[in-house]
């Protein structure tokens, strides 16, 4: 029941809505070769299965909750940094690749040590202690800079 609860949590709504208007911009100005269908069918199953994996790795290695995503953030970015830098699903330059990869890395870590991270708190009525706030808190800070900095570097 623990690994239905972790895919759960990680496929919601709160979790992927993030994905669905960068993913629906860049296929409708035609920078991304991409189904939108696929990828709303995908993304939730990927992140759901990311999350049942973190918890077992989180049991079977005794990690504890932040090293938990941290792992799987690194995991996941693993996977996902090859395909989208040498599959050809964006139609990007050189520069705009390396914007692109820069801005998917602190994304990642902000969905996973921040949105899933703080849903599972919420819903399994955990605690937030000094370092969750601390870390959720370093991490959405980096992710709203690297939100202005791409702003003002594509205006």
């Known amino acids: 029941m623990d690994y239905l609860l972790q895919f759960v949590i990680a496929s919601c709504f709160f979790v992927y809505v993030w994905f669905y208007q ?3 911009g860049a ?3 035609g920078k991304l070769n991409l189904s939108y269908f696929n990828y709303i069918i995908i993304m939730p ?3 759901g299965i990311l999350n049942m994996i ?5 049991k ?3 990690l504890s909750y932040q090293t938990r995503f941290l792992v799987i953030t690194l995991v996941g970015l693993a996977v996902l ?6 599959l050809p699903f964006y139609n990007y330059n050189a520069t705009e690749m390396v914007y692109h990869s820069t801005g998917v890395t602190i994304f990642y870590f902000f969905i996973w040590n921040v949105v899933i991270a703080g849903l599972e708190k919420l819903i399994t009525h ?3 202690d000094n370092s969750d706030v601390l870390v959720m808190g370093g991490i959405s800070m980096l992710y709203l800079l690297q939100l202005i900095f791409s702003q003002l ?3």
């Open 126 to 128: 955990k605690k937030f």
């Open 54 to 58: 973190s918890l077992y790795f989180q």
């Open 60 to 62: 079977q290695f005794g």
């Open 22 to 24: 960068f993913v629906n």
């Open 153 to 155: 570097s594509f205006s």
């Open 27 to 29: 296929i409708n100005t």
């Open 81 to 86: 940094l090859p395909i989208i830098n040498f």
């Open 45 to 47: 199953i990927w992140f």
